[in-house]
C-alpha cells in the first residue's frame, strides 16, 4: 500500500479521533451537505434528516455519523470540503495543518462549491475592493495610476491620549494591531493629518492589502465609507443599518436566511470599517445633536448610525479607521489609537521620485531642482502638493523644452496655477508627440480656456457656499459645464453613490482645488460687489479659535446643538482665502489681467490688502500677552498660521513689514500649532522684515530640517530658538550652528526629542561655546553617546553663561559622566542639570558625586533613571555631607536597596542647603519607603 493509500485509511479514524473538535468548531453546516450530495455521498433523505435535526452541533454529529457509515472515501471528501473552502472553515485551517492534511491525488479531482453566503460575501466583497481600490485616480477620468506603482510609504507618528510621540508605524499590519494602543476600550484607530498629507490614499491602501488578504488581520469583513456621502442624505432620509453596509459596498447574494448580516451582529469584531474625512461632516453630526440608537433592526439617519457606529452603540467590537483633518475634535475615551500622518521624509520623497518618473533625465532634472529649495522640498514632504508638481512638471516639459520648476519662493497658488494650466492645456493643444515642442505661454492657455475655468470656478464657489463637497448633473449644467469640459480632470465621478437610483455625481479631484477655483470666481466675479471677495474672511473670523494646547484634543468637542459648532474645521474656507490672497498678489497680475478687468483687480487687490491690514493688526493686538523673566510673551492661535500664510501669498513686503512690526511680545509661542515645513518661508517672510530681536518658541510641530533652513536667515535676530520635537536631524543643526555663532544673540536653545547624533551634538558644542549670552540648552532625547556627552561637557565647562543643561534620555553613559563630572568640578555658573535616564552606572556617579564636592553653584541635580547602585551610595553621601549648594538631588528609579538609601538618609542629617533627596522607585519596600519618608527628608514622589 502507498502512502497516499495509509493516509487515505486514516481519514476515516480523524473523523473518528477528532470528532469531539469537529462539534464544537464547524459552522457552515449547509455548504457541507450542499457538496456531498452534489457528490452523490448523502441522498435527499439523508439531508433532510440532517436538517430536522435541532442543534448545530447534533447536526454535525448526524454528518459524521453518515459519512463514516459511507466509508473511507466520503470521509475524506468531508476533509477535502474543510480544506477548499478554507474561509468559511478558517478556524479548522490550524487543526488540518495539526493533523497535516494533503489531498490525494483522487480526492483532488472532485469538484467542490462554496455555497457558504458568509465566505461568499467575504469573497466577494474582497474581489470588489481588490477592483475598486488598486487605482489611484489621477487627472480625472484620464489617467489611472496602479495604486502599487506609486503607493510610496510616508511617515506615521503614532501619539498617546497626550499626543506625545510613541515612535513612528512601521508597517500597515500595525496600525490595526495591539501596538500603541492608549485606550483598550476604545474602537476607533485615528489617523489625522493635514490638507493632501494621504489619508485617503492610506486607507486606500489598507483596504487594497486586505482584499489581497496581505494585511495580518482575522476580519472577514471590510467596509468603506467617505465620511461625505453621509452629508448627502436628506434631513428626512432614514435607512436600517443592513442597507447602509450593503447598499454602499455590495449586497450579498444567495443569502436568502439574512446569514451574512446575523453573523455580522454576531461576530462584529470580525468586521473593519473605514471611515475618511470625518472632519466634512463633524459639523453636521454635532448639529443633529444624535439622539441614542442602538437596535440594529432601527432605520434611522445615516448620520445617527454613523454615530451610533463610531460610539460603539452599534456593532460594539468591530474595529473602525478614522480618518480627519488636523485638529478635528474626537471624544477621547473612543479612540483606541492615534496616529499622525507627516508627509514624505526626504527618503520617501526620493522613492517618490523614482516611482513617478519613469525616466532617467527627468528624475535627475527633478532632484537636482529639489535639491536646491529646500522649501520646494518642504511642499513637496506633502504628497499632494508633491504629486501636483511632479505631474505638472512631467505634463509642461514634455510639451515645452524649457520648462524647470519655479525656483525659490514658489507658493501654493503657484502649485495649483500648474495643475490648471496643465488641465487647460489639454483641450488647447494636440497630443505632444505630434507637435514641435512649443514656447509655453502660461497666460495665453489660461485666456484660451477661460470659458470652463470660469464655470468650474463658479461650481467651486456654489459648493463651498452651501457647504457640499459633492455636485450633480443639473449643477453643473447650470454653471455651462459641458461633457467635454468634464474631461479636462477638474471633477471626477463619484461613484459611491450611482446605486441611489440618481445620475452620477461629481466632486473635485480633490478639496484643495475645490478651494482654489472658489477662490479664483471670487476673482473672476465681475457682477457682485468687491467686498463679496471677502465673504470667507468674515466666515472664519466669525467662528470662534480654537486653542492650540495639547490637552484640548483629548476634550470631547461640546456643543450646543442650536448654534453653529464654533470648533468645526473651516480648512477649506482658509485656503479660498488664502488662494485669494495669491492670485490677487503683484507676482500674478502679469496672469491675471488677461482674464479680469485691470481696473476690478486693482480695487479686488487694495480692497484685500486693507483688509489684511486692518485684521493683521487687530489680531496681534488682541492675542493674549503674558510677563516672563525675558519680557513679554504672547501664545499665539492656529489663525496667526493662516494669516501669515496669507501674507505670504500675497508676496506684499508692505503688510510682511506691519505683520513684524505688530508683533510687539519678545517672545512667540508657537507650540503646538501644527507648523509644517512649508509654513517656516512663511514664518521667515514676516520675521525679515523684523528690526527687533525676538524668541520662537516652536516646539511640537512638523518642522523638520526643510524648515529649519527655511528659517536661517531669521536665525540672526533670535534670542530663544526652542525647536523641540520637531523631526530634526543633524543638518538641521549644521544651520544653527553656522547662524547662532555668526550672530552671537541666542539664550535659550531647545532642541529635545529629535534625531541629533553625535555629529549634531559636536556642532551644538560649538554653540555652547561661542554664543556668550547661551543660559539654556534643553538637548534631551536625541541619540547622544558618550562621544557626544564629551564634546557638550567640554563645551560647558568652557562657558560662563550657561546654567540651565537637559540631557535627559541620551546615551552618554560612564565615560560621558566622568566628562561632565570634571566640567562641574568648578563650575561658575552652571545651576540645574539633568542627566537623567543616560545609563549611568555607580562608577560614574562616583565622579559626579566626588567632582561636585568642589562644585558650590549646582542647585538641581537629576539622574533619575539610570543605574546607580549602593556602591555610589557612599559617594553620595559625601557629597551630601559635604553641605554644596544643592538643594534638591532626585535619584528615582535607580538601584539602590536600604543599605544605600542608609547612607543618604544618615549624611542628610548633617546637611543644612539640601532640600530633598527624591528616591522613588529603587529597591525598598513600601513599608521602608514609609519608614524613611517618615523619620527623614527622603522624598518617595
Ligand atoms: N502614500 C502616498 N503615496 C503616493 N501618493 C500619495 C500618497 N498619499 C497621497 N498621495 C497623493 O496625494 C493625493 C492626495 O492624497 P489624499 O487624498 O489621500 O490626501 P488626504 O490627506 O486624504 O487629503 P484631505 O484631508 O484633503 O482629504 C493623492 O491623490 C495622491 O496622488
Known amino acids: 500500500m502507498g502512502q497516499t493509500e495509509e493516509a487515505k485509511a486514516s481519514c476515516l479514524d480523524i473523523l473518528n479521533y477528532h470528532r469531539e473538535l469537529l462539534v464544537s468548531r464547524l459552522r457552515s ?179 487594497n492589502l486586505w482584499s489581497k488578504k496581505e494585511l495580518q488581520t482575522d476580519a472577514i469583513f471590510f467596509f468603506k465609507f467617505r465620511c461625505r456621502m453621509f452629508s448627502v442624505f436628506k434631513d428626512t432620509e432614514e435607512i436600517s443599518l443592513r442597507d447602509l453596509l450593503f447598499k454602499y459596498n455590495c449586497y450579498p447574494d444567495c443569502d436568502p436566511d439574512n446569514e451574512v448580516f446575523n453573523y455580522i451582529l454576531h461576530f462584529p469584531e470580525k468586521v473593519i470599517f473605514t471611515f475618511d474625512g470625518y472632519d466634512e461632516i463633524q459639523e453636521d453630526l454635532d448639529l443633529m445633536n444624535v439622539p441614542e ?29 478614522l480618518t480627519a483633518r488636523t485638529g478635528t475634535e474626537i471624544q477621547s475615551r473612543v479612540i483606541r489609537k492615534k496616529v499622525v500622518l507627516r508627509g514624505f521624509s526626504p527618503t520617501h520623497l526620493k522613492t517618490y521620485i523614482n516611482l513617478h518618473f519613469k525616466e532617467q533625465e527627468h528624475r535627475e532634472l527633478v532632484s537636482v531642482q529639489l535639491d536646491a529649495s529646500p522649501h520646494l522640498c518642504g511642499l513637496c514632504s506633502t504628497p499632494l502638493f508633491c504629486w501636483i508638481v511632479f505631474k505638472s512638471f512631467r505634463h509642461l516639459h514634455t510639451m515645452h523644452d524649457s520648462f524647470h520648476l519655479p525656483d525659490t519662493c514658489i507658493t501654493l497658488t503657484d502649485i495649483f496655477l500648474l495643475l490648471s494650466e496643465v488641465f487647460l492645456s489639454r483641450s488647447a493643444s494636440p497630443a505632444p508627440s505630434l507637435l514641435k515642442k512649443s514656447t509655453r505661454c502660461a497666460s495665453e492657455t489660461f485666456r484660451v480656456g477661460l470659458r470652463p475655468l470660469a464655470a468650474f470656478a463658479k461650481l467651486a464657489l456654489q459648493g463651498l457656499e452651501r457647504g457640499s463637497f459633492i455636485c450633480n448633473q443639473e449643477d453643473i449644467i447650470a454653471c455651462g459645464l459641458t461633457e467635454e469640459d468634464l474631461l479636462l480632470g477638474f471633477l471626477r465621478p463619484v461613484s459611491e453613490y450611482d446605486d441611489r437610483g440618481s445620475p452620477a455625481n461629481f466632486e473635485f479631484l480633490h478639496i484643495t482645488l475645490q478651494s482654489f477655483l472658489a477662490a479664483f470666481a471670487l476673482v473672476l466675479d465681475e457682477q457682485a460687489a468687491t467686498n463679496c471677495i471677502l465673504k470667507f474672511f468674515t466666515e472664519c473670523s466669525r467662528r470662534r479659535e480654537p486653542s492650540c494646547l495639547p490637552f484640548d484634543l483629548c476634550i470631547s468637542g461640546s456643543s450646543k446643538p442650536s448654534e453653529k459648532n464654533p470648533f468645526a474645521t473651516n480648512e477649506h474656507l482658509q485656503f479660498t482665502n488664502l488662494f485669494l490672497c495669491g492670485l490677487l498678489s503683484k507676482a500674478h497680475t502679469g496672469l491675471m489681467v488677461y482674464l479680469v478687468s485691470p481696473v476690478l483687480l486693482k480695487k479686488k487687490r487694495t480692497l484685500l490688502k486693507s483688509y489684511l491690514s486692518t485684521s493683521v493688526k487687530s489680531h496681534l493686538r488682541g492675542l ?222 562616583k565622579c559626579l558625586a566626588e567632582a561636585l564636592k568642589e562644585n558650590s553653584v549646582l542647585r538641581i541635580f537629576w539622574l533619575v533613571q539610570n543605574e546607580l547602585a549602593d556602591d555610589a551610595a557612599p559617594h553620595l553621601a559625601e557629597l551630601v555631607k559635604a553641605n554644596t549648594g544643592l538643594s534638591h538631588l532626585w535619584l528615582i528609579s535607580n538601584r539602590f536597596t536600604v543599605r544605600g538609601i542608609e547612607h543618604l538618609a544618615e549624611a542628610l542629617t548633617n546637611n543644612t542647603a539640601l532640600k530633598e533627596i527624591c528616591i522613588k522607585g529603587n529597591q525598598l519596600s513600601e513599608e521602608e519607603e514609609k519608614q524613611y519618608v517618615a523619620e527623614k527628608r527622603l522624598r518617595f514622589h
Open 624 to 845: 493674549p500677552h503674558y510677563n516672563i523673566e525675558e519680557g513679554k510673551k504672547v501664545h499665539v492661535l492656529p489663525n496667526f498660521l493662516w494669516m501669515l500664510r496669507c501674507v505670504f501669498e500675497t508676496g506684499s513686503k508692505d503688510i510682511a513689514q506691519m505683520t513684524a512690526k505688530g508683533i510687539t511680545a519678545s517672545l512667540i509661542k508657537l507650540g503646538y500649532c501644527n507648523v509644517y515645513s512649508g509654513d517656516c518661508t512663511a514664518l521667515n517672510f514676516v520675521l525679515q522684515h523684523r528690526q527687533k530681536l525676538l524668541g520662537l518658541d516652536m516646539d511640537n510641530n512638523n518642522i523638520s530640517d526643510y524648515g529649519v533652513k527655511q528659517l536661517k536667515p531669521s536665525f540672526c535676530k533670535m534670542t530663544v530658538v526652542r525647536l523641540c520635537v520637531n523631526h530634526l536631524s543633524d543638518s538641521s543643526i549644521e544651520v544653527l550652528a553656522e547662524e547662532l555663532c555668526k550672530h552671537k544673540v541666542v539664550e535659550v536653545l531647545g532642541l529635545y526629542s529629535n534625531h541629533i547624533t553625535d555629529v549634531g551634538a559636536k556642532l551644538v558644542a560649538q554653540i555652547i561655546e561661542e554664543c556668550p549670552k547661551l543660559r539654556v540648552v534643553k538637548i534631551g532625547k536625541n541619540k547622544i553617546t558618550s562621544v557626544g556627552g564629551r564634546y557638550l561637557a567640554s563645551a560647558i565647562q568652557k562657558s560662563t553663561s550657561i546654567f540651565d543643561v537637559g540631557m535627559w534620555g541620551n546615551s552618554i553613559g560612564d565615560e560621558g559622566a566622568q566628562a561632565f563630572a570634571e566640567a562641574l568640578r568648578h563650575h561658575p555658573r552652571l545651576t540645574n542639570l539633568s542627566l537623567s535616564a543616560n545609563g549611568i552606572t555607580s562608577k560614574g556617579g
Open 29 to 207: 453546516i449547509q455548504c457541507i451537505v450542499d457538496n456531498l450530495l452534489a457528490c452523490g455521498y448523502l441522498c435527499e433523505e439523508e439531508v433532510e434528516i440532517v436538517q430536522q435535526t435541532v442543534t448545530k452541533a447534533d447536526q454535525v454529529r448526524k454528518i459524521l455519523e453518515l459519512v463514516q457509515c459511507k466509508g473511507e472515501e466520503a470521509c475524506e471528501y468531508l476533509i477535502y470540503i474543510i480544506y477548499k473552502v478554507c474561509d468559511a472553515y478558517i478556524d479548522l485551517q490550524p487543526w488540518l495543518k495539526e493533523i497535516n492534511y494533503n489531498p490525494s491525488n483522487a480526492i483532488s479531482v472532485m469538484k467542490v462549491i462554496n455555497t457558504d453566503p458568509i465566505s461568499r460575501y467575504s469573497g466577494t466583497l474582497r474581489h470588489e475592493m481588490s477592483r475598486d481600490t488598486c487605482f489611484i485616480m489621477l487627472y480625472g477620468q484620464q489617467e489611472e495610476t496602479r495604486l502599487e506603482d506609486l503607493y510610496t510609504d510616508t511617515q506615521m507618528e503614532l501619539l498617546n491620549d497626550c499626543n506625545e510621540s510613541l515612535g513612528f508605524v512601521e508597517s500597515l499590519d500595525q496600525l490595526l494591531g495591539d501596538h500603541a494602543v492608549f485606550n483598550p476600550q476604545g474602537e476607533i484607530v485615528y489617523v489625522m493629518g493635514d490638507a493632501g498629507v494621504g489619508k485617503s490614499i492610506l486607507l486606500q491602501k489598507l483596504q
Open 293 to 321: 440608537m442602538v437596535s440594529p433592526e432601527d432605520s434611522a439617519h445615516p448620520l445617527q448610525l454613523l454615530d451610533s457606529l463610531l460610539c460603539g452603540k452599534l456593532l460594539k467590537g468591530s474595529q473602525k479607521v
